[in-house]
């Protein structure tokens, strides 16, 4: 549970951690257009500095953020290896019985890298920073305007928080059930393809059935607490934004109109 990042809150006293969760999630919601406004390593490297210092001023630890990375790596090495057969395009960098890297390969990898890396330290920060229920209220503001759509902006919130809370909870799952596994003889590491995919399978059917289970046991446990989705609520929590998270979500907004300023000079 000590290697599990992405989805756990650190109970720590930051200015991050008392902001409004209502300006985290906007600002958020503004980082993320501005990292996928093409601007080059200039504007990551800006993005990047806002990373740190929002970081810095969390009091996380820069490890903590690193062990988010490590369900990514796979998907990242996967990335790299689809992007070497595919792109054909730059410089000749290295030949390889016959088969040829080209330059535009490795830095588009590299580009896609950078902004998921950024997008998971974000995500991480908010989710390390605000509680679970701060966060579903902070959710459900937000998404108040769109009622008159009837858009169900209270099981919408409620659902993100659940989804969120558990990410942790099913990745300890998952760790016990290969232990367990492996106590009785399944090899995960080992073995041909097909003896793999069975032990894959040895895996996945019983973390569904846990998954469902905790599910069930959840929902009987709101319904009773008397949890009705449709029924009005009364909140013992008042959520109000302070002089510190309209700064922030300014800083957010200068960050977008910087990479929207740093496109248009680029191009």
């Given at each position: 549970m000590n290697n599990i990042a992405l989805g756990r809150y650190v109970p720590l006293h930051s200015p991050i951690h008392r902001m409004d969760p209502r300006a985290k999630i906007l600002a958020l919601i503004l980082v993320m257009i501005a990292i996928f406004i093409p601007?080059?390593?200039?504007?990551?490297?800006?993005?990047?500095?806002?990373?740190?210092?929002?970081?810095?001023?969390?009091?996380l630890k820069l490890n903590f953020l690193w062990r988010s990375l490590k369900p990514m790596m796979f998907m990242l090495f996967f990335l790299l290896?689809?992007?070497?057969?595919?792109?054909?395009?730059?410089?000749?960098?290295?030949?390889i019985f016959q088969f040829?890297?080209?330059?535009?390969?490795?830095?588009?990898?590299?580009?896609?890298?950078?902004?998921?890396?950024?997008?998971?330290?974000?995500?991480?920060?908010?989710?390390?920073?605000?509680?679970?229920?701060?966060?579903?209220?902070?959710?459900?503001d937000l998404l108040k305007p769109f009622q008159k759509l009837h858009v169900p902006a209270h099981e919408?919130?409620?659902?993100?928080?659940?989804?969120?809370?558990?990410?942790?909870?099913?990745?300890?799952?998952?760790?016990?059930?290969?232990?367990?596994?492996?106590s009785r003889g399944v090899d995960f590491d080992n073995g041909k393809f097909i003896e793999k995919i069975k032990a894959m399978l040895s895996l996945i059917v019983p973390l569904f059935v846990s998954?469902?289970?905790?599910?069930?046991?959840?929902?009987?446990?709101?319904?009773?607490?008397?949890?009705?989705?449709?029924?009005?609520?009364t909140r013992y929590k008042q959520l109000s934004m302070k002089f510190a998270d309209k700064m922030l979500i300014l800083v957010a907004f200068l960050l977008v109109l910087c990479m929207v300023i740093l496109n248009v000079w680029i191009l």
């Open positions: 601007t080059g390593y200039i504007g990551y490297a800006i993005i990047g500095i806002f990373v740190v210092g929002t970081v810095l001023a969390a009091k290896i689809i992007n070497v057969f595919v792109v054909k395009q730059g410089t000749i960098l290295f030949e040829k890297v080209y330059s535009e390969a490795i830095f588009q990898t590299l580009y896609i890298m950078i902004r998921l890396i950024l997008m998971i330290f974000l995500t991480t920060i908010l989710t390390a920073t605000t509680k679970p229920l701060e966060l579903t209220l902070g959710i459900e919408i919130a409620m659902m993100i928080s659940i989804a969120l809370r558990f990410i942790p909870t099913l990745i300890e799952e998952t760790q016990r059930i290969m232990k367990a596994q492996a998954a469902f289970q905790r599910a069930e046991d959840l929902a009987y446990a709101m319904e009773a607490r008397g949890y009705i989705p449709n029924r009005p609520r």
